[in-house]
């Protein structure tokens, strides 16, 4: 019973828990978090590590050798088991940090870098179209990265403000702009060199994020007027969460695991450049409807709070 009540505090929320995760990376991850915390290794410890096997999988990947290949996803599907393990241990130890938060983030970013670039060197060696006009994968590499980065922050965005409304302030990780903006300016540079670089990045991605995002940019200002610090009514917080709750699972496919499998088989097909494509068509696709949906949601519960519906 202890175990089970363990486990499950080391979730952030089944609301944004993906299938696959709670099948197989959550149980795993929770494993490794377990041992770690054992061990005395933090967090941020098995970030970098899930790092440099990310990279390792991408190595694998350039090959033209489907037992190299199958290595490669074996590296990369460990990897994720401790991205999921240095979130599963901050919850477990209370061992928050924004550094935390930006290196799990930058971790994702790394291994699909190494991978993109693993993925245009196959392929500028492999006959065909792109041996003969190398420059065209590498420009659909830039561009599907640009997307990727998109889709991936945008997914991030809105889980966290799903959980700030379903678990507060301690069971999110929601940041503003200004806010980051404002610390950054008061952080002195002597001795913050390297974190005042860090919020800078931190920032301008939270930015990026609320660009996209008017309504909902609107939503929390109106929300900030009328409550202030305090958490916003129980009735209107229930109706976010029920109208937000079909949007996770479009949040969830922007992520890892159906990212992942979309890549292990164009791996394994020999065909690696439709890995961009499916990012490109079907991922793009999703997350102009997702963004689409969440703000006609953030437009609808502005308007209801400026006519004085939830008190």
Not at 129 to 141: D, Q, T
Not at 166 to 185: A, F, N, P, V
């Amino acid at each position: 019973m202890k175990k089970t009540r363990g486990y499950a505090e080391s979730l952030k929320s089944l609301d944004t828990e993906e299938g696959i995760d709670l099948a197989f990376y959550r149980p795993v991850g929770y494993m490794w978090a377990c041992l770690a915390k054992r061990l005395g290794i933090g967090p941020n410890a098995i970030t970098i590590a899930s790092i440099f096997l990310g990279i390792g999988a991408a190595v694998a990947f350039y090959y033209q050798n489907i037992w190299i290949n199958i290595a490669g996803i074996v590296l990369l599907v460990w990897a994720n088991s401790f991205d999921s393990a240095d979130g599963q241990l901050a919850r477990m130890t209370k061992s928050f940090s924004r550094l935390g938060r930006i290196l799990d983030g930058l971790c994702g970013d790394i291994w699909f870098v190494s991978i993109y670039i693993a993925i245009c060197l196959r392929q500028v060696h492999t006959p065909g179209f792109f041996m003969e006009h190398p420059w065209s994968i590498w420009v659909l590499a830039i561009v599907t990265g640009i997307c990727h980065a998109k889709q991936a922050a945008m997914a991030d965005y809105y889980r966290q403000f799903h959980l700030y409304f379903l678990k507060g302030e301690d069971g999110s990780e929601l940041d503003t702009c200004d806010e980051l903006r404002s610390r950054w300016r008061s952080m002195p540079w002597r001795n913050n060199f390297a974190a005042k670089i860090t919020l800078w990045f931190y920032a301008n991605y939270t930015a990026n994020q609320e660009i996209t995002t008017p309504a909902m940019k609107r939503l929390r200002k109106e929300l900030q007027s009328r409550y202030g610090k305090k958490m916003p009514p129980h009735d209107f917080r229930a109706e976010f969460r029920r109208l937000s709750l079909p949007l996770m699972k479009y949040t969830n496919i922007l992520s890892f695991n159906w990212r992942s499998i979309a890549l292990f088989i164009s791996i394994l097909a020999g065909q690696p450049w439709l890995y961009f494509a499916f990012e490109l068509v079907v991922l793009n696709i999703l997350l102009i409807y997702m963004v689409m949906k969440h703000e006609s949601i953030c437009r609808s519960l502005t308007a209801q709070l400026k006519e004085g519906k939830y008190q």
